[in-house]
């Protein structure tokens, strides 16, 4: 072989084994210096490339391939020389990787085992992380609007000695929502100390209360809400009650906004309006008045430890107890004892409470709140009640419709809890006692109506608006469209003595010195289908010139009586003569006087003065309570005051005025009181000696009948009357047969509820008599009434209940047909032939045609009324 021929480089793995074998072998000689592993074309540094450099770089790279891929780590590609130490010499440093997982440089397991510095790292790490989104979430996030139906209210009516009516209104919640100062400041520091002592402070979360929570609850310590106040109120008002993951975060993150952005006056009274307390009660407002009658400010602090306890859980800490079988009343009793006097415990220890304060309430005992009741219920006739009340202050005030369906209203009203159970109980037992539609087809759709009001005030004390508000919807107290008959007859009698009669010579327009004014000793012709004539003593003439030839109850003739006992006995014939002679106009313009509307006034045809009007109770008592004033005027109201979050928003200043004249209502007294004394109203007759005025009423058909009548402390009204208010085509039936009687007269059953009602009203009350009247006026005789006294002028009645035919006088009315000169009228030149009294008959609808083929009007008095009307008979 030539020597200019280089021999090639020894394999790296042979040469790298051998060395290694003889570096093992001999003890105390260092490793050959390590060389190039791997035989590539370049060599060591300044190195000349071997030959064949290429194709062994290749081999040694492919060979060293497969050794790191057995696992022989760096010393598989040392060198051929120097083994094991010199291939660490050669290998160089490794490349750190970033996170170091799995760990190098360990083995099996400890190799999945993270370090401390790791394990530091991460936990710094996703804190950050957290940190971070919260951040982002915190700097995203907005404030919810409050809950509609967080806001949604119901109005409370109170009676008018203060104490809570009933709940009723817009929404299914019973809600009051009240101001931060309107809430005691020892319901405040209760629920703090209870629920989150540290929320005057904290930022809407309290990580450390909700650790404490848990760690009671997991001990069986003592339940404190971890939740914050501020939590539990954007859970109340701006989110649901659903149990989610996604509502919690929700309710944190919102919850520390919360706690940054609003006042924590406001959270806390949000918190404690929307709360619910149980019993139906959602706020503070409610619930004081669900468990202790009250309004919340005038909680005191031992209620108000209670009241907090039951926002822990009413269904567990109501005394009254609760549903499962956990809640029994002994079980919740003494929970909410060892609750209430836990959070006094707390209060001292938060020191929103001296130990001495504590230990008084604790030596008063538990504060037990009362049995519970509905709340909202609108049965009975409380349904009517408030009604009544709403229609007042729609019509009286600011308030719109709209606006009062809301909610949110505090009404105060004139309503006398007392007379008002005292009224229902009167009509309850004579319809008990004598209604039976069960027995008599004639009883079924049997209604009353009544209503109490104060002459001085003009409140209206007391209604019965019928069987049940829930059931029968119309209000029987207010309009109804029922005509109130002979009741109407007074306000003839006011005009006559107000306005004075008309001089027959001069035109129907006359002034106040054409006029006579009339005294209540004027003589009227007081026989049966007496002709109705005209103010000038021509005939008075329909629309289809037809005479009017009036009926009385029973179609019984009296002859010649005075007003006062035309009024005692309810004589038809006069009372429409005497509207005639001093103008229905007038006798409407009395009416309103009086305090009776406009609207529920019929026609001024002579029948209008009979009663064919429609006042309601409410209305013809107000009036009544006129003539009981003396002759003051004050219109009937319901509603004192009106108050919203605190603040006074309706109040009512009643106007009193004279309406009629002080004289003139007296007299009107002196007349009512001998109806009640001597007359058709006996059975209204009160007890003790107490004196007493009023007037009975029955209309047309027998389909209303009516007892009105007052005392100087108290006017009341009571109507009767049949209809269906279920059928569809309403109709006012007729009576006969109604409770097993003829005939329904006012001075039945109507007279007899009132007298109940007045007798129980006004027990205890002092015994007041009426003013003596002043002489009034002049004696007229009208309508051919003769100046000379006859038989039939003084009746006395009988000592029956009825008002019918039974109580004519017991002397025999006086024939028709007086001599000429005992017919002619004062007023009229002309003199009456004998031949025209008292003929004709009233036909059956009232028109007043003396058709003898027309028939007789049937029992009780419906005859004789205008184009069909009711001649308001007795």
């Known amino acids: 072989m030539s020597e200019h021929r280089r021999k090639p480089p020894q394999s790296a793995a042979g040469g790298g084994r051998a060395a290694a074998r003889r570096a093992a072998q001999s003890s105390g ?74 760990r190098a440089g360990r083995t099996g397991a400890r190799r999945w085992v993270p370090s401390w510095k790791q ?108 939740s914050t106040i501020t939590q539990q109120y954007v859970k109340n008002a701006m989110l649901t009650q659903e149990q989610t993951l996604s509502r919690k975060v929700k309710e944190l993150f919102i919850s520390i906004r919360v706690g940054a952005t609003v006042e924590k006056e406001e959270i806390l009274a949000g918190y404690l309006n929307t709360a619910y307390y149980g019993r139906g009660a959602y706020g503070i407002q409610a619930a004081s008045r669900a468990y202790y009658n009250k309004d919340c400010e005038d909680l005191t602090a031992s209620e108000s430890a209670f009241l907090s306890s039951v926002l822990n859980g009413p269904n567990l800490y109501d005394p009254a107890g609760g549903e499962g079988a956990a809640a029994t009343r002994q079980a919740n009793l003494e929970r909410a004892k060892a609750r209430w006097a836990w959070t006094l415990k707390r209060e001292v220890e938060t020191k929103r409470m001296t130990a001495a304060e504590r230990a008084k309430w604790l030596d008063d005992g538990f504060p037990m709140p009362q049995k519970p009741k509905p709340a909202t219920s609108k049965a009975g006739q409380i349904g009517y009640l408030t009604s009544l009340a709403d229609n007042f202050i729609v019509a009286n005030g600011e308030i719109s419709r709209t606006e009062l369906d809301r909610g949110g209203y505090e009404i105060h009203t004139t309503f006398d809890k007392k007379k008002m159970g005292q009224l229902e109980k009167a009509v309850k037992k004579v319809s008990k006692e004598n209604i039976k539609p069960g ?23 007391a209604i019965y608006g019928g069987k049940d508000a829930t059931e029968h919807y119309t209000n029987n107290a207010d309009y109804t469209g029922v005509q109130v008959g002979s009741t109407f007859k007074p306000f003839v009698l006011t005009a006559a003595m107000t306005h004075g009669v008309r001089d ?38 329909d629309k289809e010139n037809k005479e009017w030839h009036q009926t009385n109850d029973g179609d019984e003739s009296y002859g010649d009586v005075t007003l006062r006992t035309a009024m005692q006995h309810s004589i038809n014939t006069p009372f429409i003569q005497l509207g005639v002679d001093v103008g229905t106009d007038k006798v409407k313009e009395e009416a309103i006087n009086a305090g009776l509307t406009e609207e529920q006034l019929a026609s001024t045809v002579p029948s209008f003065s009979l009663g ?48 009629i004249e002080e004289k003139v209502a007296n007299n009107v007294t002196d007349v009512l009181q001998n109806v009640v004394d001597k007359g058709t109203g006996t059975r209204a007759q009160l007890a003790g000696d107490r004196p007493a ?133 004062i007023w009229d030149p002309r003199c009456r032939d004998e031949d025209d009294a008292g003929g004709g008959d009233g036909g059956p609808g009232g028109d007043g045609s003396s058709t003898p083929s027309q028939t007789t009007p049937g029992p009780g008095g419906d005859g004789g009324g205008w184009l069909g009307g009711q001649d308001g008979q007795e």
């Open 119 to 226: 394990v530091t790292a991460a936990f710094i790490g996703f804190f950050g992380l957290m940190v971070g989104a919260a951040g982002v979430a915190l700097a995203l996030v907005e404030v919810p609007d409050v809950n509609k139906t967080a806001e949604v209210e119901k109005n409370v009516y109170y009676w008018a000695d203060g104490s809570q009516m009933v709940v009723a209104g817009a929404g299914e919640v019973n809600r009051q929502i009240v101001k931060y100062e309107s809430i005691p400041k020892e319901m405040r520091n209760a629920v703090i100390a209870a629920e989150n002592a540290s929320f005057e402070d904290d930022p809407g979360v309290d990580p450390m209360g909700i650790a404490r929570a848990v760690f009671n609850m997991a001990t069986g310590g003592s339940t404190q809400s971890g």
């Open 504 to 541: 027959p010579e001069g035109p129907p327009e006359q002034g106040p010195d054409q006029r006579t004014i009339v005294s209540p000793k004027s003589k009227y012709n007081g026989d049966n289908k007496v002709k109705l004539l005209d103010y000038d003593g021509s005939t008075w003439l």
């Open 29 to 102: 000689r260092r490793a050959a210096p390590k060389r190039e592993a791997t035989g590539s074309a370049m060599g060591a540094e300044n190195e000349e490339r071997p030959y064949g450099g290429r194709a062994e770089a290749r081999r040694a790279a492919q060979r060293g391939s497969r050794r790191k891929s057995a696992g022989a780590g760096a010393a598989a590609g040392a060198t051929a020389v120097g083994g094991r130490a010199a291939a660490r010499r050669g290998a160089g440093p490794e490349k750190k990787r970033l996170i170091d997982y799995p």
């Open 439 to 461: 027995e008599r087809e004639e009883d079924k759709y049997v209604q009353f109506g009544g209503a109490s009001v104060e002459p001085d005030t003009g409140k209206i004390v």
């Open 693 to 825: 005025a009023g007037k009975t009423g029955t209309t047309d058909g027998n389909k209303s009948a009516w007892f009105a009548g007052y005392t100087p402390q108290l006017s009341t009204a009571i109507g009767m009357f049949r209809v269906n208010d279920k059928a569809e085509n309403q109709k006012f039936l007729e009576m006969y047969g109604t409770g097993g009687q003829q005939s329904i007269h006012g001075a039945s059953f109507p007279a007899e509820i009132w007298k109940d009602y007045m007798d129980q009203a006004l027990k205890g009350k002092e015994v007041m008599q009426f003013p003596k009247p002043e002489p009034i006026g002049k004696e007229v005789y009208g309508d051919g009434a003769s100046p000379t006294p006859t038989p039939s002028e003084t009746p006395s009645p009988t000592e029956t209940e009825s008002d019918g035919p039974s109580e004519t006088p017991s002397n025999t009315p006086s024939t028709p047909g007086p001599t000429q000169s005992e017919t002619c009228n």
């Open 612 to 659: 064919t009007s429609a006042p309601s109770a409410i209305r013809l008592a107000g009036a009544y309570g006129t003539f009981a004033a003396e002759g003051e005027q004050t219109d009937p109201w319901s509603v004192k005051s009106v108050e919203r979050k605190g603040e006074e928003v309706f109040r009512y200043e009643p106007e009193t005025g004279q309406g």
